[in-house]
């Protein structure tokens, strides 16, 4: 068989040496170019073989019909693909595999991905006893491979590399600061790990639209998020918003993050948009209006159309990272089940405890207070809730000024603005032991409440309320008009007793 091809290859030969020479007869030149139609492989020589040899009889140069489609990928037969696909590393084997449906399948290929798994995760020996990544990939075939379904070890690859993921921002986020309870090191995780934001607006039809974050503001306890653009889609056509994190399915702390290759999402919060109704709304001015959508949302309108015109999303440092990297595309990160701490004094209600608050907007700070030794006593219990007193109205020289104007910055491509009375609220209350208790970041705002009764202020009274399922903040504020600045009078903490109970195993 292989004589016979070789003959006819030589009789091929023999025919493209004849139409080399020159329409003279012989004594072409040595490297003549041969003709266009006989550079394209060996599939032309043999679909033209009678021509070929017509042409050599007549020492002439002739065009073939073209009567064969271009090779295209598909065509390749899958034996010859797997083969292709045995030498790509992971991130180009999963980029391959969303190509079509059948890329999509090759690509599950367990004896590609199980070479691939061995060769990452295999048990490291001595030098003198190491194999080669296929002598142990050829182990673990004979043994389970075949018995598993296609893509398994795909999903053990990725499930086995999301898990050394976890270790190490586990790893960074370990050391923590004494004074604010929370991880010293979050910027750092969030730069090494990729970390960015989108979200997923979901029409009632079941279309989505993915937009990546536009810009990102880093404040001392929390991150703001702003998505914005021209391509919205209308507001009467959607039905709920995710917001996820996105990071790069495999982390390598040697090289910058790419955007590129497969990514990682994980759900962080789902938000209702049929909620933008007037009760969320918190502010406006000229151009827009602005709705809150718990947590931490802020969703912009423009007034005459009603479009949306961007949208604002405010998340404090605690578990930031694990809410943004852990979970799925479709299940938020669960925290680990609480170990309820011992409250070595539970008769003398809550005590030892530290409020650091923030109030600010683009990186501006009006309020940047910690307080601290906090207490409240057992019978301060009312409506389920538990009254913790941090700035006192009857006291003078509690009350604080807010620096600066107090007003929420927003901006498109287009226009940028300022609501007056918004403002972003930062809250991180750590317990006796220096725990997170309660933290939050959401968009707040002041609201007039009528003339102070107190008899040291001359001026408008304002107060700013935030309520979830935690807890409550009341705060009151008095327009100083010589002045013209806020005071805050008044800063009070509820505490919902639910909370304490799970947290400390008490029965309040």
Partial sequence: ????????????????????????????????AWPAEFRKGLGAWCAGNTALRQCAGRGKCCELPSTRSPVSLESIPSEILLKIFSYLDAVTLLCTGCVNRHFYHLANDNFIWIRIYSTAFSPKRSN????????????????????KE???????Y??????????????????VNPYTGLPVQTKEALRISGLGWVIILKEKNGREYIMEHI???????SVTIMWYGKTWP????LSTLDLCGVTPLFMDRSKTPSKNGPRWHSLIAKYNLSNLTESTMIGWDRLIRIFCLHPGLLVGLWKGEEELAFVMANLHFHHLVEKSTLGSATVPYELPPHTPLLDDSPEYGLHGYQLHVDMHSSGIFCLCGTFRNLFTKKGSIENGYVKLVVISFKNNTE???????????WRTDIFDGCIKSCSIMDV???DEYGKPFWCFSSPVCMRSSGPSDGPNFLGQTYYVDYVDSEGRVHVELVWIKETEEYFIVSLVLYLRVAKINHWFGTTY
């Fill in 150 to 156: 296609p893509g398994y070890w795909k999903k053990e």
């Fill in 158 to 175: 990725i499930t086995k590399q999301r898990a050394s993921v976890k270790a190490a921002l586990a790893q960074v986020l370990k050391p």
């Fill in 215 to 221: 810009d990102l503001s880093i404040n001392d306890s």
């Fill in 428 to 430: 991180t209350l750590l």
């Fill in 128 to 147: 003198w006893k190491v194999n080669s990544a296929e002598k142990t990939a050829v182990s673990m075939n004979s043994l389970s491979v075949e018995d």
């Fill in 399 to 409: 009350h604080l000024p807010l620096i600066g104007k107090v007003g929420l910055s």
């Fill in 1 to 32: 068989m292989a004589t016979g091809r070789g003959r006819l290859l030589q009789q091929h030969w023999l025919g493209l040496q004849a139409l080399r020479r020159p329409p003279g007869g012989v004594g072409a030149a040595p490297g003549t």
């Fill in 234 to 237: 209308q507001l009467a056509t």
